[in-house]
């Protein structure tokens, strides 16, 4: 049976390669699915996983999901009310948690306790924003990362960003990467996840990841 | 640091075809820059850059097209530039599957809107493409429509304005070396990535390995963009990370 991907149009985000990775990746894992692009709650409400996507500003990004009558209703009942399965990538996992501090101070759907900040490398010649290709490190087992090639020669992820998410609970944090310090690279909590990372730019590692998504089961 | 330098293939589009030619054996169509997009995601680029040098308006539907199907085939980031001179012409390229887009002449004639780019769509996809000749020593202007026009305007000077207008990335092309295969300007480059906080793509000169190499420990860039050495095949994206490894460079062999 065919499941339903929704990947949720809020005004932000590469919502075609998104959608074009994901049906990619299901087409290589060998999973039925439909991968559709909505700005209907009752979309979102029907669909059997639910992904955020994501670029720009955090303030920005929470006013365009705010822009779009009950989509966050939808989200709220959907992922944390129904359980179904949900991925955030890049601003759409920053969204996710309490706080944003990017320029101003605003209100995240506050799923994973914390703050998303500037990063601030400790060797101050690193570039901001953190742009490129950079590895993963789990800080746990997770259906997610099954399969993947992680640590310091592991297979690579692609970010850009210069905002991060420090997670105040250590254990919602799936996988580190390193800039001059730690960085969130995913969280992690019941049917929930977000990439800091873009899996639909990151090739090898994103494909898979994406293949692991829609074979999750929390 | 674990950050990886990134390399970057460049392609010259020109009315939804690439131009100076792209000489990879399997290729089926070496006009076709879709064709060659996947040939150097197979190969493990780091990023593609799309140039279009299209003169006319009713052009940009074709790059449009292309650049949607280059997003579909190809999981890895994409720079479009050429001719972005409004809103709605990042907008066009963002929604057609653009992950970053450079703005080249607009960032010299029109400041602020730079800055109204940043704001709309976020720093990280802002490239600012600045190409500059040498004009004294240790002074580099700025030069527009390819090379073709002076602008006086101080390199250094401009990048960092850019930058502090909100442009997420740099693309530094030395109109002296473009083409040359003499090696990047190392100075231009060095003094413009260690005067401002964002990345730098060091551009324009490249004739063998150790040009990249030398981009990266001696100019300080973050990645370094090349096209005829990978278009025509004397070397592979795999060589060039090879060899920049050797030379210890922290590279992606994935």
Same mark, same amino acid.
């Given at each position: 049976?065919?499941?339903?991907?929704?990947?949720?149009?809020?005004?932000?985000?590469?919502?075609?390669?998104?959608?074009?990775?994901?049906?990619?990746?299901?087409?290589?894992?060998?999973?039925?699915?439909?991968?559709?692009?909505?700005?209907?709650?009752?979309?979102?409400?029907?669909?059997?996983?639910?992904?955020?996507?994501?670029?720009?500003?955090?303030?920005?990004?929470?006013?365009?999901?705010?822009?779009?009558?009950?989509?966050?209703?939808?989200?709220?009942?959907?992922?944390?009310?129904?359980?179904?399965?949900?991925?955030?990538?890049?601003?759409?996992?920053?969204? %996710?948690?309490?706080?944003?501090?990017?320029?101003?101070?605003?209100?995240?759907?506050?799923?994973?306790?914390?703050?998303?900040?500037?990063?601030?490398?400790?060797?101050?010649?690193?570039?901001?924003?953190? %742009?490129?290709?950079?590895?993963?490190?789990?800080?746990?087992?997770?259906?997610?990362?099954?399969?993947?090639?992680?640590?310091?020669?592991?297979?690579?992820?692609?970010?850009?960003?210069?905002?991060?998410?420090?997670?105040?609970?250590?254990?919602?944090?799936?996988?580190?990467?390193?800039?001059?310090?730690?960085?969130?690279?995913?969280?992690?909590?019941?049917?929930?996840?977000?990439?800091?990372?873009?899996?639909?730019?990151?090739?090898?590692?994103?494909?898979?990841?994406?293949?692991?998504?829609?074979?999750?089961?929390? | 640091?674990?950050?990886?330098?990134?390399?970057?293939?460049?392609?010259?589009?020109?009315?939804?075809?690439?131009?100076?030619?792209?000489? !990879?054996?399997?290729?089926?169509?070496?006009?076709?820059?879709?064709?060659?997009?996947?040939?150097?995601?197979?190969?493990?680029?780091?990023?593609?850059?799309?140039?279009?040098?299209?003169?006319?308006?009713?052009?940009?539907?074709?790059?449009? #097209?292309?650049?949607?199907?280059?997003?579909?085939?190809?999981? @890895?980031?994409?720079?479009?530039?050429?001719?972005?001179?409004?809103?709605?012409?990042?907008?066009?390229?963002?929604?057609?599957?653009? #992950?970053?887009?450079?703005?080249?002449? /607009?960032?010299?004639?029109?400041?602020?809107?730079?800055?109204?780019?940043?704001?709309? !769509?976020?720093?990280?996809?802002?490239?600012? /493409?600045?190409?500059?000749?040498?004009?004294?020593?240790?002074?580099?202007?700025?030069?527009?429509?390819?090379?073709?026009? /002076?602008?006086?305007?101080?390199?250094?000077?401009?990048?960092?304005?850019?930058?502090?207008?909100?442009?997420?990335?740099?693309?530094?092309?030395?109109? #002296?070396?473009?083409?040359?295969?003499?090696?990047?300007?190392?100075?231009?480059?060095?003094?413009?990535?260690?005067?401002?906080?964002?990345?730098?793509?060091?551009?324009?000169?490249?004739?063998?390995?150790?040009?990249?190499?030398?981009?990266?420990?001696?100019?300080?860039?973050?990645?370094?963009?090349?096209?005829?050495? !990978?278009?025509?095949?004397?070397?592979?994206?795999?060589?060039?990370? /090879?060899? @920049?490894?050797?030379?210890?460079?922290?590279?992606?062999?994935?």
């Amino acid at each position: 049976m065919s499941q339903t991907v929704t990947i949720v149009d809020y005004g932000s985000g590469n919502l075609h390669s998104a959608a074009k990775a994901f049906e990619r990746a299901a087409n290589e894992a060998g999973i039925a699915a439909t991968i559709r692009v909505t700005s209907d709650p009752a979309e979102v409400r029907a669909a059997d996983r639910i992904v955020l996507p994501g670029v720009g500003a955090f303030a920005d990004c929470r006013r365009g999901l705010d822009a779009v009558s009950g989509m966050v209703e939808a989200l709220e009942e959907t992922v944390r009310g129904k359980g179904r399965p949900f991925l955030g990538i890049c601003v759409g996992m920053q969204l %996710m948690a309490s706080r944003g501090l990017e320029y101003v101070t605003t209100e995240g759907l506050n799923w994973i306790a914390g703050d998303v900040a500037l990063i601030r490398p400790q060797d101050d010649s690193l570039k901001i924003p953190h %742009m490129g290709w950079n590895t993963l490190h789990p800080q746990d087992e997770h259906p997610l990362l099954a399969g993947i090639e992680t640590g310091p020669s592991g297979w690579h992820a692609y970010f850009v960003h210069s905002y991060a998410l420090t997670a105040a609970k250590p254990e919602e944090v799936l996988a580190l990467t390193d800039y001059g310090g730690p960085v969130t690279a995913i969280v992690a909590r019941d049917n929930i996840a977000g990439t800091q990372f873009h899996p639909e730019k990151s090739q090898k590692l994103g494909l898979k990841l994406i293949g692991n998504f829609l074979r999750w089961a929390p | 640091m674990t950050l990886k330098t990134r390399i970057i293939p460049c392609l010259d589009v020109k009315d939804g075809r690439v131009v100076k030619g792209v000489k !990879f054996v399997d290729l089926v169509d070496a006009g076709d820059p879709v064709e060659a997009a996947k040939a150097y995601d197979a190969a493990g680029a780091d990023e593609l850059c799309f140039l279009d040098i299209t003169a006319s308006h009713e052009a940009r539907g074709t790059l449009l #097209d292309v650049v949607t199907r280059t997003a579909e085939a190809c999981f @890895m980031p994409l720079t479009v530039g050429g001719g972005v001179r409004k809103v709605e012409d990042i907008r066009a390229l963002l929604l057609a599957g653009a #992950d970053k887009v450079a703005i080249n002449t /607009a960032a010299v004639t029109n400041r602020p809107f730079v800055k109204e780019a940043a704001e709309k !769509f976020g720093d990280q996809c802002i490239v600012v /493409a600045i190409d500059a000749k040498q004009v004294t020593p240790g002074r580099w202007e700025i030069f527009t429509h390819g090379g073709r026009n /002076a602008t006086g305007i101080d390199a250094i000077a401009f990048a960092r304005e850019v930058v502090s207008l909100g442009a997420g990335e740099l693309l530094v092309t030395s109109m #002296d070396r473009d083409g040359t295969k003499s090696g990047y300007d190392i100075g231009l480059t060095q003094r413009i990535a260690d005067a401002v906080s964002v990345p730098v793509i060091a551009s324009g000169g490249v004739g063998d390995l150790d040009d990249l190499v030398a981009g990266v420990r001696d100019g300080h860039a973050s990645a370094v963009l090349a096209a005829s050495i !990978f278009h025509f095949g004397t070397y592979s994206i795999p060589q060039a990370k /090879a060899h @920049m490894a050797a030379a210890g460079l922290a590279m992606r062999l994935d």
